[in-house]
């Protein structure tokens, strides 16, 4: 049965930012999992030209059988590839226009290989396509764009599955960043859409902008002499990119530009674009490949593994996660009215961060807190009396896709670090740029751990839980007794006190309630996860 779509991509197995086969593999496996849910998987293929890869993609990434049936890999030879790229490291119209070129479906979208689909996102497209919805535009002559929302890059970089980027995004993709299109360019879009019958008419994109930008433009250009484009994301057609870079910095990368000169012809006039003539091989994915990570859960695990505790012991007492914690205490008190306990807290890392020096390690519960955010990166965080500390301030500001669910009595007199709901929820906003969901539950910690199976029960484990402000171990006794049900795999909790002698009980009350547990000791404060 013919597609009534072909996807189109292109790619090397490389190490194309960063891991370019998780990247690939995530984006295929996530379409046909969206597919399956609408069972739509007989309507779209994903055509991949794989570009001179010395072992091919098809036999290198890890699909799932879904996956595996609607993708087809057009293979380029590496002598082939070389050829035709010049001096350029990977000429993107050649590689797209060989893609289409053998793309079956009566509509043919180029989009990115690290785009997602979502179910109602294929629903939307497919009742267009199929002439169930209307947009005002003939499909048949209409270039279909469509601007995309960010998922971060820091939620990338612990390998989620498949299945957890559907949570996130069911649950949070509203609050990620929006890019919206150039007026008249209509980029950067997230797929570029038209009837088969217009990408032959054009020859597709102009084969000699081998180098970077201007390809798609050039391509647009020509395309809206004659027809109107319309953005898809008015259509209830949402994309989601995994970013690249650190806030989508990508100012690392230099290379050689296309020149920006504006078409004055509708078609290119090759007659030989994407590889007309030539006999190329169409595999399917071997499904042999295991992927690195499992999930975020077993990437996670295995980074607690691979340091060990006294790997743990010596990254928490790194003076830069002094700095990380400093850099937060301002930004609050930047907001915060300052209260006695912000003063103190501010005044006493001061001090601390002039005496501490390599001779002298040491670490704390706001340090632990900065290292668990930034090398654990939790997608899942408990915070147990989270307006006792500025801790759940600091995890979000140093990992901001973290969803947080946050107990806290919230009352207004209480002397806490940040006691009002609103307070903490308005320096979210404003100081962490969290990009992910918070849910308040009220109480204390030991009222409301007594229900929390309950109250949470859709809810995922959790990756990170933390509490503060410890004086006495019978507080956080219904915490450690029900950690084991809470933490994920590779997951960590992490305890604060307000004494040397509130840990040392601390320390004794978790090794005779979890004797499998690994304890991590630090100054006023406790590390415990699932090493041993």
């Given at each position: 049965?013919?597609?009534?779509?072909?996807?189109?991509?292109?790619?090397?197995?490389?190490?194309?930012?960063?891991?370019?086969?998780?990247?690939?593999?995530?984006?295929?496996?996530?379409?046909?999992?969206?597919?399956?849910?609408?069972?739509?998987?007989?309507?779209?293929?994903?055509?991949?030209?794989?570009?001179?890869?010395?072992?091919?993609?098809?036999?290198?990434?890890?699909?799932?059988?879904?996956?595996?049936?609607?993708?087809?890999?057009?293979?380029?030879?590496?002598?082939?590839?070389?050829?035709?790229?010049?001096?350029?490291?990977?000429?993107?119209?050649?590689?797209?226009?060989?893609?289409?070129?053998?793309?079956?479906?009566?509509?043919?979208?180029?989009?990115?290989?690290?785009?997602?689909?979502?179910?109602?996102?294929?629903?939307?497209?497919?009742?267009?396509?199929?002439?169930?919805?209307?947009?005002?535009?003939?499909?048949?002559?209409?270039?279909?764009?469509?601007?995309?929302?960010?998922?971060?890059?820091?939620?990338?970089?612990?390998?989620?599955?498949?299945?957890?980027?559907?949570?996130?995004?069911?649950?949070?993709?509203?609050?990620?960043?929006?890019?919206?299109?150039?007026?008249?360019?209509?980029?950067?879009?997230?797929?570029?859409?038209?009837?088969?019958?217009?990408?032959?008419?054009?020859?597709?994109?102009?084969?000699?902008?081998?180098?970077?930008?201007?390809?798609?433009?050039?391509?647009?250009?020509?395309?809206?002499?004659?027809?109107?484009?319309?953005?898809?994301?008015?259509?209830?057609?949402?994309?989601?990119?995994?970013?690249?870079?650190?806030?989508?910095?990508?100012?690392?990368?230099?290379?050689?530009?296309?020149?920006?000169?504006?078409?004055?012809?509708?078609?290119?006039?090759?007659?030989?674009?994407?590889?007309?003539?030539?006999?190329?091989?169409?595999?399917?994915?071997?499904?042999?490949?295991?992927?690195?990570?499992?999930?975020?859960?077993?990437?996670?695990?295995?980074?607690?593994?691979?340091?060990?505790?006294?790997?743990?012991?010596?990254?928490?007492?790194?003076?830069?996660?002094?700095?990380?914690?400093?850099?937060?205490?301002?930004?609050?008190?930047?907001?915060?009215?300052?209260?006695?306990?912000?003063?103190?807290?501010?005044?006493?890392?001061?001090?601390?961060?002039?005496?501490?020096?390599?001779?002298?390690?040491?670490?704390?519960?706001?340090?632990?807190?900065?290292?668990?955010?930034?090398?654990?990166?939790?997608?899942?965080?408990?915070?147990?009396?989270?307006?006792?500390?500025?801790?759940?301030?600091?995890?979000?500001?140093?990992?901001?896709?973290?969803?947080?669910?946050?107990?806290?009595?919230?009352?207004?007199h209480a002397p806490r670090m940040i006691g009002r709901l609103e307070t903490f929820s308005e320096i979210l906003k404003s100081r962490t740029q969290h990009a992910s969901?918070?849910?308040?539950?009220?109480?204390?910690?030991?009222?409301?751990?007594?229900?929390?199976?309950?109250?949470?029960?859709?809810?995922?484990?959790?990756?990170?839980?933390?509490?503060?402000?410890?004086?006495?171990?019978?507080?956080?006794?219904?915490?450690?007794?029900?950690?084991?049900?809470?933490?994920?795999?590779?997951?960590?909790?992490?305890?604060?006190?307000?004494?040397?002698?509130?840990?040392?009980?601390?320390?004794?009350?978790?090794?005779?309630?979890?004797?499998?547990?690994?304890?991590?000791?630090?100054?006023?404060?406790?590390?415990?996860?699932?090493?041993?």
């Open positions: 049965m013919k597609p009534l779509l072909s996807l189109i991509v292109g790619g090397r197995n490389d190490t194309y930012m960063g891991d370019f086969l998780w990247r690939l593999g995530t984006a295929i496996n996530f379409l046909a999992e969206s597919l399956e849910r609408i069972n739509a998987l007989s309507q779209v293929e994903l055509v991949v030209c794989d570009w001179g890869s010395t072992t091919p993609l098809h036999n290198a990434l890890a699909l799932s059988p879904a996956g595996r049936s609607i993708a087809r890999f057009v293979i380029v030879p590496p002598d082939m590839a070389a050829a035709a790229q010049l001096d350029s490291p990977f000429p993107i119209p050649i590689v797209q226009n060989v893609a289409i070129r053998r793309s079956r479906g009566d509509f043919i979208a180029q989009t990115d290989s690290d785009i997602l689909f979502r179910p109602q996102t294929l629903l939307a497209l497919l009742d267009i396509l199929s002439g169930s919805r209307a947009i005002g535009v003939d499909l048949h002559k209409a270039l279909m764009v469509c601007s995309r929302r960010h998922i971060p890059y820091r939620l990338a970089e612990c390998y989620p599955a498949s299945c957890e980027l559907h949570q996130y995004i069911d649950a949070h993709g509203s609050m990620l960043p929006y890019e919206p299109l150039i007026p008249g360019f209509a980029t950067p879009s997230g797929l570029a859409l038209l009837h088969r019958s217009l990408w032959e008419e054009t020859c597709g994109y102009d084969e000699k902008l081998i180098y970077w930008g201007w390809m798609e433009i050039d391509l647009y250009l020509r395309l809206t002499q004659r027809f109107q484009w319309v953005d898809l994301d008015n259509h209830g057609v949402h994309l989601f990119h995994i970013e690249h870079y650190p806030r989508r910095d990508s100012s690392t990368q230099t290379r050689k530009m296309n020149p920006m000169e504006v078409p004055s012809e509708f078609s290119t006039g090759n007659s030989n674009w994407g590889f007309a003539g030539a006999q190329l091989e169409i595999a399917s994915a071997t499904g042999t490949a295991s992927p690195e990570y499992q999930n975020s859960a077993s990437w996670r695990a295995k980074q607690l593994q691979a340091r060990g505790a006294d790997g743990i012991s010596r990254e928490l007492c790194q003076l830069s996660l002094v700095e990380e914690v400093l850099e937060t205490l301002r930004h609050i008190g930047q907001y915060l009215t300052p209260t006695p306990e912000m003063s103190q807290a501010l005044s006493q890392y001061e001090i601390e961060f002039g005496l501490r020096h390599p001779e002298r390690p040491s670490w704390d519960f706001r340090s632990a807190a900065a290292w668990c955010a930034s090398e654990l990166k939790p997608l899942h965080y408990l915070a147990l009396d989270a307006g006792a500390t500025d801790v759940p301030i600091q995890i979000a500001r140093k990992y901001n896709p973290v969803s947080i669910v946050a107990v806290e009595s919230w009352k207004p969901q918070v849910r308040f539950l009220s109480g204390s910690a030991a009222e409301t751990m007594q229900d929390l199976a309950s109250r949470l029960e859709t809810h995922p484990r959790f990756d990170l839980i933390t509490m503060g402000a410890i004086d006495n171990p019978s507080r956080a006794s219904t915490a450690i007794e029900q950690l084991p049900s809470l933490l994920s795999l590779g997951g960590v909790a992490l305890f604060g006190t307000t004494s040397e002698a509130a840990a040392v009980a601390l320390h004794e009350r978790i090794r005779k309630s979890l004797p499998h547990f690994t304890i991590i000791r630090g100054n006023q404060a406790l590390l415990v996860c699932g090493l041993s």
